[in-house]
């Protein structure tokens, strides 16, 4: 069976619009494809994460804590998931990626949050790719693909429907260093999946059309970032 690594957004899972209804057909959804392929979902933590953050921030607490914060977010909504998916899923969310491996000997969908500080769950998701060879990394974010530019600033801006691994690299820019939710795909992940030539799929994760697509390898709408 394919193993496939979802990077689900928070600002996908929770972004405070229509959320029940959304995990409900998601949860459907992966229930449904778990018998097809061996899924694996990263979750991130959206804008209650940011809140926390921000709000400790002015508070003056220290970055590491922040990204602490950060994580048990990821946590909570890697919970919501889970319980959604009904037994399908593991209850507690791995914290490893052995634990995660483990887990899949288990459970038709493993579901795990953040790992460590300094990460982003993009991150954790490129580095669990690698560790169980994951076929494909699905990431599910709140744009529906990777764009020529910014489209929010530039309206000249294209949907890229296929980038090589290094115009990832390129288009992710420069690494972030401080807490908080970043862009289309965390640029060190993406510099690990790039050294890894493990393929990544972009797509808007509230199209499920296209996420179902894009988790069972056919085509969709969104971006492929391959070697050729
Ligand atoms: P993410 O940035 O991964 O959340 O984690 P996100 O919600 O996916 O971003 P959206 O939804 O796509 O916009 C939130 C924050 O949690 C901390 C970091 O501070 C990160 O910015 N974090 C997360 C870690 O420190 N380590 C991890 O492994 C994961």
New binding site residues.
């Given amino acids: 069976m394919e193993k496939v690594v979802v990077s689900l957004?928070?600002?996908v899972l929770v972004p405070g619009d229509d959320d029940a209804r959304y995990v409900r057909a998601l949860a459907q959804l992966l229930h449904s494809l778990s018998s097809r392929v061996k899924l694996f979902v990263v979750t991130?933590?959206?804008r209650v994460?940011r809140y926390y953050?921000e709000t400790g921030r002015s508070v003056g607490i220290g970055e590491r804590t922040?990204?602490g914060f950060?994580?048990a977010v990821?946590r909570l909504n890697a919970r919501l998931l889970s319980a959604a998916l009904r037994g399908r899923a593991n209850r507690e969310p791995a914290t490893a990626y052995a634990e995660a491996a483990r887990l899949a000997r288990r459970y038709a969908i493993v579901v795990m949050g953040?790992?460590?500080?300094?990460?982003?769950?993009?991150?954790?998701s490129a580095s669990l790719a690698r560790f169980v060879q994951a076929n494909r990394i699905v990431n599910a974010?709140s744009v529906d693909g990777v764009y020529s530019a910014d489209p929010k600033r530039d309206p000249s801006a294209r949907l890229l429907p296929h980038v090589g691994f290094d115009d990832l690299v390129r288009l992710s820019g420069k690494g972030h260093r401080t807490?908080?939710?970043?862009v289309v795909f965390d640029p060190v992940a993406a510099r690990v999946v790039a050294r890894d030539r493990i393929p990544l799929s972009v797509v808007h994760g509230r199209d499920l059309r296209a996420l179902r697509a894009a988790i069972l390898g056919e085509s969709f709408h969104g971006t492929r970032v391959t070697d050729d």
């Fill in positions: 957004g928070g600002s991130g933590g959206g994460a953050i922040l990204d950060g994580i990821t953040g790992t460590r500080p300094g990460h982003t769950t993009d991150r954790v974010t807490a908080g939710p970043s």
